[in-house]
């Protein structure tokens, strides 16, 4: 790659980039449509061609080595592409414009110079709707200066590679690239002194041989038994060819050393070795592949004696309903047919709802991983993989905000934190964060969070910290000593934490300093105006009209929103914007040094490397669809697909950190064991905290994450609920599972499989993308039609298109779990070093993230995440569902993550309405699951559609929970009379009930407090949310009306003399609070006639007042924590909730006098005065 810079007083900088070869083919010109920068076609064992790394070389031993200055460049017949990057000028850049300038030189020789890895992380990347994609580099303190500052700088002339730890005594300091040509080419000679180096070994991973005593002492001699089991042992290999597969079991060949070059590890005496043993004194040759057989995940179904009956009482549950409903209806109330009709129309529609949640629930199953055998699979040394690398697949993750106001940077920086922290490969993982406000406040927040990393991450890795979000660790009241070993953790536990209260002090304090610095910036744009304005002879008095403008600290406009909302700079109105904070880490590990005053932690034993974060502000327009957060996460997955490409994706949102550390592993043990090549997400459950002890609302909602979601784990997989979720790449693009089954017949008893991913595919469902396997031979008019399509699917970038099955190949399983008929990977080869980040990739990141990119394609329709409904997360995992995918729930032992959830009375009715919303849409929709695929099983199909459903249940709830107060009011009742038969049903039904309540805790492990909980606030969301979305959807598809909801707020965490749970007590004015507040009125009002009524009657008639006050009761204690909610901290309720209330109070209450007045009507209303 060849960059022309351009000096302080110029403003173009063409960036020219290497297609890296004519295997590429031709690419079109143009910035849309860069060169891929991957290919499988060139190597098997990487989808990376070895042949297009920029500016690395191949070296002897087969690794790449930087190129210095003084070697000159090979021809290479390929072509070239040309990006023009803006870059204005300013102040700034006149200092560094030699570091930054150019990476070629003015020789003859054309020599060339590697890339600086700061100018991609110093430099923000702007462009998009008819606007040049430009680069303004914003950072100055390049991170060269801070290496040469450290002393950690290769001595080789030419390279600036950070150095490892000396090799030789003298204490030249070398890189890991010179290091091996050294050793390989020079003799292995050190160039500072010239002495041999004392160890000349291939790699740093080689331990040295340290002999005690024990192995110096000589073995005893076989005995006859011994020597037959050798002679068994030898025959091993007659049992193989001369030529063996690449997926040879080498572990079998141990034992052949043992005649050559003696015990060695093959035959391991049993105590040890001691003389005289005997044949006794051995132990049989252990099983070296039994470990690497072991799977990574294993199912525990749910014990046979809590199952089974639960399974029983569900029946005899639906049986008792059914002779109940029967009895109902044949035994009509004569005297209130009415009151009849409307209770047993509830309860029939009642009974069906309970049905479809009731079903999907018979097969509940749990999980577990063995993180130990991943570990040993991809990340222990091989045959292919002899340094140990990690073979692991890459993972990006994608955290999303939109309003800086109400998600503060303080919450998202910690989520930040805990990203860039987790216990998952440097180089493997990448972090993207999507800004949809465009905030010049969260792009700084992120900038922080950077700088903040280089201390807490390494601090996190040394001391084995959990949590590693530093706001909950430093947070925790409890002993933080605990466990902990080494001398130094206290004194850096310290400093971290000064360096954190500093850090939180700096969040606080960026939106005076951005105001403070923007006004500053305005008023000398002000007065320069005003001068150039009397230069012009114009008269001052006239007013002048400036934008306000939001500035960035270099002096220069932030191209997203400004705090003045302006034309090219508002909320809706933006550029796009890409910046990569942390540029992608080195291959190797990068110690650090001992503290000092530079360094706050000593590092010399912990990787200080940190992965690839990048800032992402997607482009806005007036007049496109944005999509809200679906669309932010769609130009996140292209922005990724171009800048890291990993196979997978884990969508968090910005209030929810990982709490577990290697919660990245345990999805990929489900991923990457046998059959993991037909899942399409793991859904981890979500874990609030911030919650109330007694969790009046049911913020916690565990009766849906630990017996629903476990449930529909045992079915076709969990349903993704919009965060916490690991994807396969592949999958959210659309394309198929590479197996799947089809359900015919009743029920869906019948099936047939289906093998998806074949060279040809005779019929395709409309919704249906089938990936080819890589290395057959397709027909060649196949492959055109596919080439063709591809545009009209993903879009016009090519870049796009060629990372698709780089991202498919490298999401695979190995080969030896791959199944008949299928191809996987081997082994090893993703332990490779990652492609560096350059101007041209940024540039085409810009283009897939503009305002019109997605026209005239699949996204959002077929690919990435659902457009069209407020719940798109539910659509998105439906989508997957139907094509035959399958996806896993993970519950982990210590939680993978963890949250905030609105404590409000106000904001967690929104919360619900905005859910039940969603859900309208879906019943409305082509996503309703009655159109489902045959892909779909039949009680997965009864779980989507319950989800369509549950809503409409609310109409019947009002009604239902009104009739208790209409019975007291008229003296009648649902049934002429409680009779034996009606209360032996009704008994059955609540018996069952308890049961059932019973048996899902023990299989679930939720208390019985969270059970009542949920039950409790079914009602409350029923009474008050439901409705309201029932009326949204429905004229949204009547009417059109479209339908806006308002971004939840998250609260940062209150100070130490604050509330925790403040929030808990604010009432806050909603219409939704009307219906239940009106229904308690409305009973408690009925209870007080009843009673008087039957107290004060000739005729009293106990049973329909024990009848009627019993359903009172059972409305009123279910909405007791709304009551209590209402009340607030003082016991206060809003004087509006009551005028509405008795407002609908009075007006039932006339309704009802006026439908069925009193019997004497005339007497009661005429008054006398004596």
Known sequence: MVKTAASPTS??????????????????????????????????????????????????????????????????????????????????????SASQTSLSEDGKDGLK???????????????????????????????????????????????????????CECGFKICRDCYLDCVGSGGGHCPGCKEPYKDVSDGDDDEDEVRSEAEDQAL????????????????????????????????????????????????WPKDGYGVGSGANGFEHPPDFGERSKRPLTRKVGVSAAILSPYRLIIILRLVALGFFLTWRIRHPNRDAMWLWGMSITCELWFAFSWLLDQLPKLCPVNRLTDLSVLKERFESPNLRNPKGRSDLPGIDVFVSTADPEKEPPLVTANTI?????????????????????????????????????????????????????????????????KNKVRLDFVRERRRVKREYDEFKVRINSLPESIRRRSDAYNAHEELRAKKKQMEMGGNLSDPMKLPKATWMSDGSHWPGTWASAEPDHSKGDHAGIIQAMLAPPNAEPVYGSEADGDN?????????????????SREKRPGYDHNKKAGAMNALVRTSAI????????????????????????????????????????????????????????????????????????????????????????????????????????????????????????????????LPINGEHNDDDDADIESLLLPKRFGNSTSLAASIPVAEYQGRLLQDLQGKGNQGRPAGSLAVPREPLDAATVAEAISVISCFYEDRTEWGKRVGWIYGSVTEDVVTGYRMHNRGWRSVYCVTKRDAFRGTAPINLTDR?????????????????????????????????????????????????LVYCILPAVSLFSGQFIVQSLSVTFLIFLLTITITLCLLAILEIKWSGITLHDWWRNEQFWLIGGTSAHPAAVLQGLLKVIAGVDISFTLTSKSATPDDGDDEFAELYVVKWSFLMVPPVTIMMVNSIAIAVGVARTMYSPFPQWSKLFGGVFFSFWVLSHLYPFAKGLMGRRGKVPTIVFVWSGLLSIIISLLWVYISPPSGRQDYMKFQFP
């Open 417 to 481: 934190l805990s990203i860039l922290a987790v216990d998952y490969p440097v180089e493997k993982l990448a972090c993207y964060l999507s800004d949809d406000g465009g905030s010049l406040l969260t792009f700084e927040a992120l900038a922080e969070t950077a700088s903040f990393a280089r201390i807490w991450v390494p601090f996190c890795r040394k001391h084995n910290i959990e949590p590693r979000n530093p706001e909950a660790y430093f947070g925790q009241k409890r002993d933080f000593l």
């Open 909 to 957: 009715l929104h919360q619900v309405l905005r859910w039940a919303t969603g859900s309208v849409e879906i019943f409305f929709s082509r996503n309703n699951a009655l159109f489902a695929s045959r892909r779909m099983k039949f009680l997965q199909r009864i779980a989507y559609f319950n989800v369509g459903m549950y809503p409409f249940t609310s109409m019947f709830l």
């Open 600 to 616: 706050l932690i000593d590092t010399t034993e912990v990787d200080t490397r940190l992965p690839m974060l990048v800032y992402v």
């Open 220 to 267: 005893p001699l076989p005995s006859m038994a011994d020597f037959k089991l050798d002679k068994r042992l030898s025959l091993v290999k007659s049992f193989k060819g001369q030529n063996h597969s690449p997926d040879f079991d080498h572990t079998r060949w141990l034992f052949e050393t043992k005649g050559t070059y003696g015990y060695g590890n093959a035959v």
């Open 11 to 96: 403003s173009p900088v063409t960036i020219t980039v290497s297609s890296g070869g004519k295997e590429t083919g031709s690419r079109s010109m143009g910035l849309t449509s860069p060169v891929p920068r991957a290919s499988i076609a060139n190597n098997p064992n990487s989808p990376s061609p070895l042949g297009s790394r920029g500016n690395r070389r191949a070296s002897s031993g087969g690794r790449y080595c930087s190129m210095s200055k003084d070697e000159p460049i090979e021809e290479i017949n390929s072509e070239f592409v040309s990006y023009t990057v803006h870059i204005p000028p300013t102040p700034d850049h006149q200092s560094i």
């Open 113 to 167: 110079l590697k890339p600086e890895r700061s100018f991609i992380s110093g430099t923000i990347f702007t462009g998009g709707f008819n606007s040049v994609t430009r680069g303004h580099v914003i950072d100055c303190s390049l991170e060269r200066p801070e290496t040469v500052k450290s002393g950690l700088v290769c001595g080789m002339k030419g390279c600036d590679e950070k150095a490892i730890q000396g090799k």
């Open 643 to 770: 800048m890291s490409n990993g196979p997978f994706i884990l969508n968090l949102d910005c209030d929810h950190y990982i709490y577990n550390s290697l919660a990245l592993r345990e999805g990929m043990c489900f991923m990457l064991d046998r059959g993991g090549d037909r899942i399409c997400y793991v859904q981890f459950p979500q874990r609030f905290e911030g919650i109330d002890p007694n969790d009046r609302y049911a913020n916690h909602n565990t009766v849906f994450f630990d017996v629903s979601m476990r449930a529909l784990d045992g079915l076709q997989g969990p349903m993704y609920v919009g965060t916490g979720c690991v994807f396969r790449r592949t999958a959210l693009y659309g394309f198929s599972p590479p197996r799947a089954t089809e359900h015919h017949g009743w029920f869906g008893r019948r099936k047939i499989k289906l093998f998806l991913r074949k060279p040809k595919v005779t019929k395709k469902a409309e919704d249906e993308i089938v």
